[in-house]
T-cell receptor, first 119, second 114 residues
Framework: NAGVMQNPRHLVRRRGQEARLRCSPMKGHSHVYWYRQLPEEGLKFMVYLQKENIIDESGMPKERFSAEFPKEGPSILRIQQVVRGDSAAYFC?????????????????FGEGSRLTVL | AQSVTQLDSQVPVFEEAPVELRCNYSSSVSVYLFWYVQYPNQGLQLLLKYLSGSTLVKGINGFEAEFNKSQTSFHLRKPSVHISDTAEYFCAVSERAAGNKLTFGGGTRVLVKP
């Protein structure tokens, strides 16, 4: 029973390039969350999606960042024109659909993260 | 809006000694409470959670936490730590009516010394 899968685990980009981070939720989970962890800091919420729909993007920077969760395939967090301040670990988490017991407890299941380094 | 404060950014502790990690939260509605652990270069693993009922919650690896509604706290404790408990610990809350979106504290780094 595979957990939340994130790739790549490590990504190096030069300033101005694009970064794409992918997340496949646990089997049976339909909700995906993205969090960012800056060095020496806690996790900050970015965006919450279900299939083909953004539920809450209140934590997303206004520019250069976007997220999607298509009907088929993984969720993707896209960062355009990266800057050094984007260097961080990006974590994806998933949860079951509404109406299932686990959905009501707020528990999230996390992947191992994608570590972005911008040179 | 909800917020979580972890009062200690780092806690050094000797092996086999007890440890307590403090967590306070603020929210205008009922919440669920969580403690997650993050080992170096890894993701987050759930230690324990409080949903309702008994205020003393037992989790994995010998950890437990107590929910105190009047003090809006959810402190994590372990009576005797091991070297393998060296990690970063995060307290988190979610509002019961707002889905599974978690708000995290800044984390407490535990360093267990031999």
């Amino acid at each position: 029973n595979a957990g939340v899968m994130q790739n790549p685990r490590h990504l190096v980009r030069r300033r101005g390039q694009e970064a794409r981070l992918r997340c496949s939720p646990m089997k049976g989970h339909s909700h995906v969350y993205w969090y960012r962890q800056l060095p020496e800091e806690g996790l900050k919420f970015m965006v919450y999606l279900q299939k083909e729909n953004i539920i809450d993007e209140s934590g997303m920077p206004k520019e250069r960042f976007s997220a999607e969760f298509p009907k088929e395939g993984p969720s993707i967090l896209r960062i355009q024109q990266v800057v050094r301040g984007d260097s961080a670990a990006y974590f994806c988490a998933s949860s079951p659909p509404v109406g299932t017991q686990l959905r009501d407890t707020g528990e999230l299941f996390f992947g191992e993260g994608s570590r972005l380094t911008v040179l | 809006a909800q917020s979580v404060t972890q009062l200690d950014s780092q806690v050094p502790v000797f092996e086999e000694a007890p440890v307590e990690l403090r967590c306070n939260y603020s929210s205008s509605v009922s919440v669920y409470l969580f403690w997650y652990v993050q080992y170096p270069n890894q993701g987050l693993q759930l230690l324990l959670k409080y949903l309702s009922g008994s205020t003393l919650v037992k989790g994995i690896n010998g950890f437990e936490a107590e929910f105190n509604k009047s003090q809006t706290s959810f402190h994590l404790r372990k009576p005797s730590v091991h070297i393998s408990d060296t990690a970063e610990y995060f307290c988190a809350v979610s509002e019961r009516a707002a889905g599974n979106k978690l708000t995290f504290g800044g984390g407490t780094r535990v360093l267990v010394k031999p």
